[in-house]
């Protein structure tokens, strides 16, 4: 782990290896630098995971607090927030999402944000074509309870995304779906339907033509 430190390109921690740095300098790079490695050694022998910095030393469920989210949801440090958005309980939203709550976003309860989803609630495609004549453009962007966003998703402004709703990677919706949708694609389609019976057991039914 130390070497991965050691390695780096900064100033900083390239005045240890050759002594030129002041000597606050150098105590508080070291410093950094062996908590740095404390910390990347703790996650993977508890997580089995190494982490960008930034995930180092913010916790995705006190960031997740502090953002207002419900009970037991949590947040990476690399995910960008912007605006007014809300988002329940026991939701997972990944490293490089991008929750853009300037119109507005509400994400629902129990639901699966992956990693590198975006999610919208504002363009500004009127405004670079008219060459800044016309406004940015704005409109609330729902998404319901129990909901799997895959990876690379990217979901336009103004889109109602019902509850128990799976999307595909790298989809592209830019239309309303209803509750138990299976979509997937650029532009995204309906290719089947959630099933869920009484005990909760979840079945996928895809479409013959899919």
């Known amino acids: 782990m130390e070497d991965m430190i050691k390695n780096t390109n900064s100033k900083l921690f390239q005045e240890i290896k050759d002594g030129s740095g002041g000597f606050l300098n150098l105590l508080i790079a070291k410093t950094i630098r062996r908590l ?9 022998e508890k997580y089995n995971r190494v982490v960008s910095l930034g ?26 927030v ?55 453009t704005s409109a609330k962007t729902i998404i319901g309870d129990c909901c799997y966003i895959g990876p690379n998703t990217v979901v336009s402004m103004g889109v109602k995304i019902g509850n128990h709703c ?8 830019t239309a309303d779906l209803d509750d138990y949708c299976i979509a997937a694609g650029s532009p995204c389609k309906i290719i089947g339907k959630v099933k869920i019976d009484e005990k909760g057991i979840v079945e996928l039914l895809m479409n013959r033509t899919c």
């Not at 799976?166 to 919706?173: C, E």
């Open 36 to 44: 740095i490695c404390f910390l990347l050694k703790y996650k993977k």
């Open 55 to 80: 995930d180092l030393f913010i916790d995705r469920a006190e960031k997740a607090k502090y953002l207002g989210f419900g009970e037991g949801t949590t947040i990476y440090d690399s995910s960008l």
């Open 82 to 136: 912007i605006g007014d958005v809300k988002v329940g309980r026991n939701t997972w939203i990944g490293p490089f999402t991008i929750l853009d709550g300037s119109g507005g976003l509400e994400i629902g309860n129990n639901c699966n944000i992956a990693s590198g989803a975006q999610i919208y609630s504002h363009e500004t495609i009127s405004w670079v074509l008219s060459v800044g004549k016309m406004e940015y």
């Open 166 to 173: 799976l999307i595909g990677a790298n989809s592209l919706v």
